[in-house]
């Protein structure tokens, strides 16, 4: 069993930034895949941007070059560094531990971008 608590959301003026954390408790969390989703109103949730457990990454096409992805296994907390803000980037954003075929999700923190 993985517990997943995110944090850092709020309400940003486009062109700004934030960094999410997803702190995990629970077991091991070294051996998860990790990724951030979010899901804005009306909206299928998405994958925003992934890590392996070896420390691959992926993103999603609508963020490369403005958002990261990093993860400290000693602080057994995932990520992700979010640059250039623009309204589109307004939604939930939710942490994810995956090890097929178990996989867990946190609740999710709010990203607003808007003047």
């Known amino acids: 069993q993985v517990q997943l608590v995110e944090s850092g959301g709020g309400l940003v003026q486009p062109g700004g930034s934030l960094r999410l954390s997803c702190a995990a408790s629970?077991?091991?969390?070294?051996?998860?895949?990790m990724g951030w989703y979010r899901q804005a109103p009306g909206k299928q949730r998405e994958l925003v941007a992934a890590i392996t457990s070896g420390g691959r990454t992926n993103y999603a096409d609508s963020v490369k070059a403005r958002f990261t992805i990093s993860r400290d296994n000693a602080e057994n907390t995932v990520y992700l560094q979010m640059n250039s803000l623009k309204p589109e980037d307004t939604a939930v954003y939710i942490c994810n531990a995956d090890r097929r075929p178990v996989t867990y999700w946190g609740r999710g923190t709010q990203v607003t971008v808007s003047s």
């Open positions: 629970g077991s091991i969390f070294s051996i998860y895949d």
